[in-house]
């Protein structure tokens, strides 16, 4: 059975930092590309950063770019999102997904709250 399980989401200040996790189990990690995603409400979903295979790739939402990285360590199978310059824009459910192929496993969520 397949988990993916985000955490770290809480209520920031503006400016502040935060660092996702997002644990994994059921699947072959090291072969997947892994996803943030995030919705706001009455927003689309955004894909904010993905990581390939061994860590080759990553990439970035314009609105992410600089501030955000991500990182995966395969042999805890665990997949971090670091943000930093927290904005308000940034508030929002975070989602991990695993992709593989036409395989695509999604997380809960895990709430991101910017605030004074």
């Known amino acids: 059975q397949v988990h993916i399980v985000e955490s770290g989401g809480t209520l920031v200040q503006p400016g502040g930092s935060l660092i996702l996790s997002c644990t994994t189990s059921?699947?072959?990690?090291?072969?997947?590309?892994m996803n943030w995603y995030r919705q706001a409400p009455g927003k689309e979903r955004e894909l904010v950063a993905n990581?390939?295979?061994?860590?080759?790739?990553?990439n970035f939402a314009d609105s992410a770019k600089g501030r955000f990285t991500i990182s995966r360590d395969d042999r805890k199978r665990v997949v971090y999102l670091q943000m930093n310059s927290l904005k308000p824009e940034d508030a929002a459910v975070y989602y991990c997904?695993?992709?593989?192929?036409?395989?695509?496993?999604w997380g809960q969520g895990t709430q991101v709250t910017v605030s004074s």
């Open positions: 990581i390939t295979v061994h860590g080759g790739t990553t």
């Open positions: 997904t695993a992709r593989l192929g036409g395989n695509s496993y």
């Open positions: 059921g699947i072959a990690f090291t072969f997947y590309t």
